[in-house]
């Protein structure tokens, strides 16, 4: 059983450029989201899903785009890296917000240049 | 808006010690807390979860106590070592938002 696994692990990328950061569970969960962690600010809602098909805006969605075609994948993209990017990004799931808590990925720490 | 505080943003304790962490939370309509353990550079371990309907829950040396009518949960770590050095985490699952509220952390240093 694999958990959550969050690829790549480590990315640097240069002002403006794209890219998609890739999230997968196996445990068949139906809510996943993306937070970011920067130093002194806690971990941040970006964007969740309840659901394949369906999404929703966090605290801190501009410059990043979801979308759930399948219940296992979850990515993230950057659509143009900005510097205020740079942070460790986390993707978690979990069955329900009722009985069961959330598992959290690893982790892709990001510097963007 | 559901706003998480955790307080002491920092403690130090000799090792052996029992030490409390305190997570409070604005909005009591949750459906459960989890605390959450980081290493540097790390990602975040689930210590314990309690669900809105409990009290408290236990996990070896650890217990975490939910009383929502005051928007307050414990972390009590009894005889610290200095493995248990991390910073913790709690988080909400509050209804209308289904995703995590995260408070911003206690670093904890146990000195040996």
């Known amino acids: 059983n694999a958990g959550v696994t969050q690829t790549p692990k480590f990315q640097v990328l240069k002002t403006g450029q794209s890219m998609t950061l890739q999230c997968a569970q196996d445990m068949n969960h139906e809510y996943m989201s993306w937070y970011r962690q920067d130093p002194g600010m806690g971990l941040r809602l970006i964007h969740y899903s309840v659901g394949a098909g369906i999404t929703d805006q966090g605290e801190v969605p501009n410059g990043y785009n979801v979308s759930r075609s399948t219940t296992e994948d979850f990515p993230l993209r950057l659509l143009s890296a900005a510097p205020s990017q740079t942070s460790v990004y986390f993707c978690?799931?979990?069955?329900?917000?009722?009985?069961?808590?959330?598992?959290f990925g690893s982790g892709t720490r990001l510097t963007v240049v | 808006k559901q706003e998480v505080t955790q307080i002491p943003a920092a403690l130090s304790v000799p090792e052996g010690e029992n030490l409390v962490l305190n997570c409070s939370f604005t909005?009591?309509?949750?459906?459960?807390l989890q605390w959450f353990r980081q290493d540097p550079g790390k990602g975040l371990t689930s210590l314990l979860l309690i669900q809105s309907s409990q009290r408290e829950q236990t996990s070896g040396r650890l217990n975490a106590s939910l009383d929502k009518s005051s928007g307050r949960s414990t972390l009590y770590i009894a005889a610290s070592q200095p493995g248990d050095s991390a910073t913790y985490l709690c988080a909400l699952s509050s209804m209308g938002r289904r995703a995590l509220t995260f408070g911003s952390g206690t670093r904890l240093q146990v000195q040996p």
């Open positions: 909005d009591s309509a949750i459906y459960n």
């Open positions: 978690a799931s979990s069955y329900s917000t009722v009985g069961e808590g959330y598992t």
